[in-house]
C-alpha cells in the first residue's frame, strides 16, 4: 500500500511539474494559440460528456434498481433460512 501511495504522489508531482519546466515559446502569439488549441479539446470533451449524461443516468438507474432488488431477494432468503 505504501509503495502504490508514494507511486501515486511521485507521478502527481511529475505531472504537475512539467509545466514549470515549458520552455517559453519565442513568439507570444504562438503560446495564445496553443492554449486556445486546448480550450477548444476541453470544450469538444465537456460536451461529449454532457451529451452521454443521458445515457449514463438512464443505466445508472437501471443498475441501482436491480441492485436493490438484488437486496431485497437475499434478506427474504436469509429470513427464510433463519425461520426454517
Known amino acids: 500500500m505504501l ?3 508514494v507511486l501515486v504522489f511521485v507521478v502527481a508531482l511529475l505531472l504537475l511539474a ?4 515549458a520552455q517559453d515559446t519565442a513568439a ?6 496553443s492554449r486556445v488549441r486546448w480550450g477548444a479539446i476541453a470544450a ?3 460536451l461529449g460528456i454532457a451529451a452521454a449524461a443521458g445515457a449514463i443516468r438512464t443505466m445508472t438507474i437501471i443498475g ?7 437486496v431485497l431477494y437475499a ?4 429470513f ?4 426454517l
Do not use: D, Q, V
Open 3 to 5: 509503495k502504490k501511495t
Open 18 to 21: 512539467l509545466p514549470a519546466m
Open 64 to 70: 441501482l434498481a436491480l441492485i436493490e432488488s438484488l
Open 75 to 78: 434478506l427474504l432468503i436469509a
Open 28 to 33: 507570444g502569439g504562438a503560446g495564445a494559440s
Open 44 to 46: 469538444a470533451f465537456l
Open 80 to 83: 427464510l433460512i433463519r425461520n
